[in-house]
């Protein structure tokens, strides 16, 4: 009897090791329930209008630049041309776009109006904010800054902007967004 005992006993902790380590590998995967908020999560509107290159009463350019730790980034051609959302045939451009990787924002609008820097990242569908950029988050160690500033000059405190995302676009200017521990 004390030896059946033994075994079931065994038996039973065995698996409740087994069920414990198999919950804890399961929360290890998934996302935490308080994950970070991504701009992309709430559009502006202007990320769902659609556009070609006809009738435009704005056509400008601007220049982004985005250093995480001192490495740029590429930003990729082509985002919001053709899309899930601009696909139809010749209306296949959202309001801001790339056509290269050289960094040139397109921004293009049927009617006058303003865009703030936002727009692009709702097209491009990753975070950008105050908070951070892509999967960087502004903490005890780290900080992002923005700069804007005319072709031929380079980033300086003179020309720093808090902004972010909120940052109405013009054209012809260079936008250097930094993340770097502090």
Known sequence: ?????????IITGTAILGLVLLLAQKQSTEEPSNS???SSDEP???AFEC???SGLARHDHVTL???IEG???????EIGINSGVCNQQGENMHTVHTHNDQGTLHIELNEAGDVPLGVFFDIWGVHFDETGIFDHRVNETHEMRMHVFASGEVASEENRVTSF???LLQNGETIEVHYHAI
């Open 1 to 9: 009897m004390a030896r059946d005992r033994l075994l079931w006993t």
């Open 71 to 77: 490495e740029q980034e590429t930003i990729p051609g």
């Open 65 to 67: 630049k985005i250093l």
């Open 51 to 53: 556009l070609d290159h």
């Open 44 to 46: 502006d509107s202007l």
């Open 165 to 167: 995302d909120e940052y």
């Open 36 to 38: 970070m908020w991504s």
